[in-house]
């Protein structure tokens, strides 16, 4: 079955630093990936989404890849603060009914 | 930008009983709303797919008779968890999908708990 997979559960870095998440897809090709950032008791928040003919997406101080030869997209956070500590979810359009099919997400942790 | 809000954003009920979760578009008009439900420390999971003036679609292992999903109109889609035990107890999210669009908008979620 279509998996999407985040395998670090958890990341701390110090401030300033710039953080790198990795997803891992397996059994399909996803046409695009998505990534959210999720604050604890709220609903995901849309961030960025990349198509799998980008091979890099830039917003701000966030910047996505996309390798489809690795099956990996990385997620980096350039300049981190202690403000960007959140879980940050991967996702992508896998089911039958057009929905979204998540990783368990990764805890950032950024310390002053 | 597009907002979903959802109500109410925490809710305990006692065993047995019944609750409903809104999930409302609120500057835009959405076909197709999803209801996912999230344990912790877990990614979300679908439980159903609403779709506007029809029958919600259910996923493998969710009671459709225990999770009764209202898409009345464009802008808004109810679950009700029936007969709640503790084991119903989780972070409820609903998604919006813009009309014509991929494009989806989440909730804020709703924490329910079941004593």
């Known amino acids: 079955s279509q998996k999407i997979e985040q395998n670090s559960e958890a990341l701390n870095i110090q401030e300033g630093k710039t953080a790198t998440l990795t997803c891992n897809y397996t059994?399909?090709?996803?046409?695009?990936l998505q990534w959210y950032r999720q604050d604890p008791g709220r609903g995901p928040v849309f961030l960025l989404l990349?198509?799998?003919?980008?091979k890099e997406k830039r917003k701000e101080r966030l910047k996505v890849t996309f390798d489809t030869t690795l099956k990996q997209s990385l997620f980096h956070i350039t300049a981190s603060q202690p403000a960007d500590s959140a879980t940050y979810l991967c996702?992508?359009?896998?089911?039958?009914?057009?929905?979204?099919?998540f990783g368990k997400g990764t805890k950032l942790s950024v310390k002053p | 930008g597009a907002v979903v809000s959802q109500h109410p954003s925490r809710v305990i009920c006692k065993s047995g009983t019944s609750v409903k979760i809104e999930c409302r578009s609120l500057d835009f008009q959405a076909t197709t709303m999803f209801w996912y439900r999230q344990f912790p420390k877990q990614s979300l999971m679908l439980m159903a797919t609403s779709n506007e003036g029809s029958k919600a679609t259910y996923e493998q292992g969710v009671e459709k008779d225990k999770f009764l999903i209202n898409h009345a109109s464009l802008t808004l889609s109810t679950l009700t968890v029936t007969s709640a035990h503790p084991e119903d107890s989780s972070f409820y999210i609903c998604?919006?999908?813009?009309?014509?669009?991929?494009?989806?908008?989440f909730g804020p979620g709703t924490r329910l708990t079941v004593t």
């Open positions: 998604s919006a999908v813009l009309q014509g669009s991929y494009e989806q908008y």
């Open positions: 059994n399909y090709s996803p046409a695009y």
């Open positions: 990349i198509r799998e003919n980008e």
């Open positions: 996702a992508s359009f896998g089911g039958s009914q057009g929905n979204l099919i």
